[in-house]
């Protein structure tokens, strides 16, 4: 991959909705990006319950999985373990990439919201907020609690954006998948980046 393709950093955390970050990383392999993938444990055992996509243990199998699931380039998907220190997400002073954390479990929540890092995942959403990039954080979770509302609170204050997993009906969906793709269309949009998936508002349907 051309290294002036654009970068972005997806971590996959245990919270239900792993079809949302699966098709993520189809659209922004479809798109041209390089992708930075961090899965949690609790993230394997989501997939493998939710899908039929089975996830390898180690990160060089995981990547080519993944790559081959997405249908990607050689290099245009790298998956870091959950401790590997040294991968460009892990510092301030590696590539400038944009976070999604897809889905994002309420755990994780409470980890970025006091600035925890015990895993690369965390050290990743601390260092997005610490060098004011983009933080996409796709909440899956019903109802919230006290807790959770003030973690989102306090995240959108540091410059955070939370993103529920609410997809909308006026695209008038005829499938799970359509409702799949109208969350990856509002983070592709929230990304900068171009997106066929669902029409914007205004915009006529195809």
Same mark, same amino acid.
């Given at each position: 991959m051309a290294?002036?393709?654009? #970068? =972005? $950093? *997806? %971590? =996959?955390?245990?919270? @239900?909705? %792993?079809?949302?970050a699966l098709r993520l990383l189809q659209c922004l392999v479809a798109g041209g990006c390089r992708v930075n993938v961090m899965v949690s444990r609790a993230a394997q055992v989501v997939i493998a319950t939710e899908t039929e996509f089975r996830l390898p243990g180690s990160p060089p199998a995981m990547a080519e999985a993944l790559a081959e699931y997405a249908g990607a380039k050689a290099g245009q998907v790298q998956v870091f373990g959950r401790e590997d220190w040294f991968s460009p997400p892990a510092s301030g002073s590696g590539e400038k990439a944009p976070l999604v954390i897809c889905p994002c479990s /309420?755990? /994780? *929540?409470?980890? *970025? +919201?006091?600035?925890? @890092? $015990? $895993? *690369? =995942?965390?050290? +990743?959403?601390? #260092?997005?907020l610490k060098e004011r990039r983009p933080l996409i954080l796709v909440l899956r979770e019903s109802p919230y609690s006290e807790v959770h509302l003030e973690n989102m609170l306090k995240l959108t204050r540091m410059g955070a954006v939370i993103m529920p997993a609410s997809p909308g009906f006026y695209h008038k969906p005829q499938s799970l998948d359509d409702l799949v793709d109208f969350m990856v269309a509002r983070i592709l949009d929230h990304l900068g980046?171009?997106? %066929?998936? #669902?029409?914007?508002?205004?915009?006529?349907? @195809?």
């Open positions: 290294e002036s393709s654009p #970068v =972005i $950093n *997806l %971590a =996959i955390t245990g919270a @239900s909705g %792993a079809q949302y /309420t755990g /994780t *929540l409470s980890a *970025l +919201a006091t600035g925890a @890092s $015990n $895993n *690369l =995942i965390e050290r +990743a959403g601390d #260092v997005a980046l171009p997106q %066929a998936l #669902v029409p914007r508002w205004g915009e006529k349907q @195809s």
